[in-house]
């Protein structure tokens, strides 16, 4: 016991020690924290003078070494890990083996790494160095109040005590001393505390958290004292209480019993209070024997990723989140030693050294990147296994358990609670209006097709459905996990029942020949076992197949499969065409029988073969069958063998990767792309991972939907003069009607009386002027108001349009001096404010698929309300002469000159804006110019500067191939492939493809889906294109339009038809009466103008768009000189005249927009001239 004693005292003793176990010296904490006396003496006892003389005694030792500790600045599990791992320490085997050099052995051939005895050495001593230091550090977290509660993080801490499981007597002492440990050991050098005891109510010590200090702590000890047992264990209400202090970092929570409440309710409110909010948990089970109890508070501290730390004094069922950390690593540090023990071997040199494989295998075994685990018995007979799922393909399986198929997607939830927003013409206003009913009770939503849908926000709905998303992307991990393990980790998921299995075993991958050998084996043993037949063919120069033909998949077949792989030698190049061939027409010879047939590919490089001969192979072979060839790409440092080598074809890897991807686009099949470093790209992986991201663009918008409402709910104003009930109502009666003051009770006058008010000057001596009414009583009766319906109008005044002029009542009567006579207006006509500001503007980023008609109702200048003259000009702007009698002229008003005036539509107005509102407007209009051009030049890049946009999602494209068209032909053909390709597929159109020269000849005789198969095949029939003959338009799109579900079409060619246009015009006329279809109309030359003209009107009668190719060059020109050199100079640079419809309108507001930009700057200029006339600056003044 003694030396127990001293050890631990040497230790406390010891500065190294405690810094390396988490410990750091930090004198200036002493100042912050009260001594050591004002809270340790209470619990050990007076000083009977053993301090010194017994300092072996244990007691007396930790009494000496407490003011040490007092100035040590504790470090958290994952701090000190951050310092001390593996890691960090430099003590991985990666590490190792960078101080190796690799030798080859001159009697078999074999790479071998050799290390210095005193590398190794000092490696293994280091290594045990390291597993005594996270002993120390696990023995140091057992003493004292680490050992009841953990390790407390943050510096502003909650303390929650569960009293209901304290009885009486000797238990509710040990919780107490217990308690009073981790005030005097930790708490006591936090910066502030707040302490709250629970059992079926919650007892708070203080209101809000107190900074710690000797009372504070007094206070905390005295309340401990006091503790006394309670009932239920009411976590849910204290976890309400003390969340609810904004200022925590760190909440403890001290359990001892069941909490009241169920796990999924306490983890639920836990974690909606701390999103967004770092507040550190740590969840403590004291003495408790129920492993419920124990579950709830480890989940909970799992779902808020807190801490969470299991006590009993009995030392059972100890455990402890800091302890898993420290004994994970250690294990690490363990294996890994007993790894290079067991791999290196001594030499007679004092040198050491291992084969390259078996380094391999141990690093694989160690080092959880690397991708090939090779088992200690390589070359042993298989361990076959029987998958017991059945494999699926990704998109296969979100067929099932995806967003969509578990009734997930956001506009599946949101549609019972969406309308779409309600517009009637109203004939009295003579415009259309809309219903405000959404601006109270709904919030405003984008739909998936564009369109802006009221939304009824229901909250537990809501935070149900993310709760469910967070589920699915949990469950969607968990398929990325398993898809990332094993033999899935190499071949993907091998799904089909026919297999062949095509291995490169190319003179390059001579170095490589055990991993491919081992990766064999892993597929063999995990995925080949429920197949029904297969087959392996191995290619370098030569084709080597294991079998004549598909063999079924039984164990001894297998067995026999891997004992012809470990035969397998490489040499030669990449022939991959032979052995494709080779399973094509001999394996899969009766494919038109069979279904569920796949080709794996496991390479290292580029197949000799140029890709796209690859590619139409592999595309032919595959059409119509269902075969599909997969490509598991192993990505190595170099595609050079060890003596140097080249291959025939060489290609990066990215290079590689790009290839391949091509070839298994033909072939419907699957890409994999892997390395030393793990999985690079899946197609497996990638459709799981746009699942997870759309799972998060719905959490995203809910979250937008919910902060919306509160944001509405905030900026909600109460009257707090109306009483709750009657809140609305009144309000409402608010806003469409003033309070009205009492009016005042005065005196009113006759009608006579008015008169001679009125006539005063004029009738003074009359009779009826001297006439004077006073009531004669307090019940006398006031004349009634008179209603004014129009204000006098003057002689000299100018004659304008008649204007309803605003109604208001005026009450008059006598003042107490003479007859002079008061007013009170009982009704004020309503002012309109007729000075607007700039509006902020905001544009989407991206392009929307419309035309440019539909764009512009949206973003044009007018729709901003972006337009010059009305925003800087309103009626109350304009200059106007008043005639002086006196002077007998008109005469303009004194402060006209210090305002800029400016000539519009032969009317002399007042420029109304600042300088700073002009500088406003200036930058919004040169943002939606910028805006603009940026869709222009959308519009003139890829498929779209030769066809326009595609806006429909049933089609069918006219391709003129008469003999005018030869020189045009190349050209239309590629840039119909990229039709195909980009907008046609992109969008997922049905669409058909029809050419018309002296006959007419569709490639299809309906509509189609635009999947990659049909694409491949509309693209060779494209290639096939000849021109001759005359042009034949009506016989055209007289077939076109027969086609079932056609919406709209796209007809190509360069000249005028062969037939009268006015008669193709009435014929096309006739046949829209029976069905509205649109045809755009796609002129490649522009040297016609009668054939354009033609095709305009062709359009424009059909309700399509006119397109022409013609500017396109010169307008990608000037689109980007105006974004790079700017937008002042209004006449260059300009873009070229236009004759398509949708470049034509964006080209024409460009103008105008450019036009009010340039006049904005004139007037700003003109505004500034004129201050500086009135207010020169302090440079120009005379002294």
Known sequence: MDTHIRKMAQLLDNDQFLEKVGVTTKSGLQGDHPSCQDFTMSRLGPDNGLLVTHINKTQDVLRAEMKKIQSKKVQTTEEWLRNYSLESLQLTLEHLINEGNIILNSRNDVEEIEFTEETVTDFESRLSEVIELYQQRI????????????????????????VSHMTYGPRLLDFQKDLLCLIDEQLCYKKQLYCLSFSTEISPLWESPKTINVRVLHEARQWIQQLEPGQGCNLLKALKHVLMMKELNSLVLIVGSCPDQSLEILSDYAQQCMLGRKLQTHAVTYDCSNPASVAVLKHLAEAVRGCYHCYSSKGENFDSSDFHLLLQESQKAKDLLKSIKHTFQRRIGGSLVSRIADVSTEFANTAPSNFLPKSPKHEGPLVIQTPCVLAKTSTDWLKTNGLKAKKLNLYQVLAPNAFSPVEEFVPILKKTVSSTLHEKAMVQFEWYDGTVKNIHVDLPALYNYQKLLAEMVGIYEKRIDWLSLASRRIWGSVCERRVVILVDVSVTNSMYIIHIQHALRLLLEEQMSDKDYFNIIAFGSDVVPWQLELVPSQPENLQNAWRWVLSLQCKGSRNFMSALRRAVEVDFKDKDKHKSQGLYLLTTGIPDQETHTVSTYVGEVCRGFDLQLHVCLFSVMEDVDSSGIIPACYANPTETATAFKEIVRAANGRFHWFGEAGIFESDDITVIVSEMEKANNYSQKCALLVESLKQRSVNHTVNPFIPEGDSNVLTKKEKRRPQKLPPPKPTALSLARMYTKE???????????????RPTSAKAEIPPVQTLKEWPKTENKRNHKPRKQPEFSVSVFYTDKGRNVGTVYRKYPKLMCIRKSVPSVTLPKKEEICSSKEWLTKYSIKKLKLELPRLMFGPGCTHQKKTVESLRKKVSAKYCTIFPSVEINGVVKHLQFQSKELEMYTEQLEKVLQRYIKRIQWLLSGSRRWFGIILEANVCVLIDTSGSMDPYLPHVTKELTSLIWEQLRKNEVRFNLLRFAENTDSWKEHLVEATDENCHDAVQWVSKFHAHGNTCILTALQKALSFQGIEALYVLTDGKPDTSCSLILKEIERLRKKQDIKIHTISFSCADREANEFLKKLASQTGGRYHCSFGVVDGQLA?????????????????????????????????IARSFLKQAKSLRKTQQDAVDKIWPPPSSLKI
Do not use: C
């Not at 009738?763 to 009414?773: I, Y």
């Open 759 to 773: 006539n005063h000057g004029a009738e003074r001596n009359t009779s009826v002027g001297v006439l004077a009414w």
């Open 1119 to 1151: 689109a980007h000189r105006m974004l790079t050199e700017g937008l002042d100079d209004e006449d260059d640079p300009v873009f070229p005249y236009f004759e398509g419809d949708d470049l034509k309108k964006l080209a024409q507001e460009v103008a």
């Open 139 to 162: 023995q140091w977290l057992l003493q004292d109040s680490r050992k009841v509660f953990g390790l407390i993080k943050g510096t502003k801490v909650g303390l929650a005590v569960d």
